[in-house]
């Protein structure tokens, strides 16, 4: 599968921005979205399960990030609200298309290594 992130930009703290994933065949891959800050390792941000859409989120995310996803439209988003300068950061989609029970997503989904697809990464700069 390929992936396209787009969508970021320069935004003033306490803004609202939404990241798109455009995908092919995104019906058979559950995603993520992760992020690489300047001198910092990549990190998971969220996750969404493919067949029941069942999401997770990063502690430092929760309550402000809500990921989403248009099977028709072929794209996840990543709608991120009350935006901070710690977020600034390169960010990624990927995916994954094996079938992995929900437990062990649970407990890996922010691992690298699970996922077998990356798209090209899009900067958000938080910044006043």
């Known amino acids: 599968v390929q992936l396209q992130a787009y969508g970021g930009g320069l935004v003033q703290p306490g803004s609202s921005l939404r990241l798109s994933c455009a995908a092919s065949n995104l019906y058979y891959y559950a995603t993520a979205w992760f992020r690489q800050a300047p001198g910092k390792e990549r990190e998971g941000v969220s996750f969404?399960?493919?067949?029941?859409?069942?999401?997770y989120y990063a502690d430092s995310v929760k309550d402000r990030f809500t990921m989403s996803r248009d099977n028709a439209k072929k794209t996840v988003y990543l709608e991120m609200n009350s935006l901070k300068p710690e977020d600034t950061a390169i960010y990624y989609c990927a995916a994954v298309r094996k079938k992995y029970t929900p437990t062990y997503l649970f407990n890996t989904w922010r691992r690298i290594s699970t996922y077998d697809y990356w798209g090209q990464g899009t900067l958000v700069t938080v910044s006043s």
């Open positions: 969404m399960r493919k067949d029941d859409g069942a999401t």
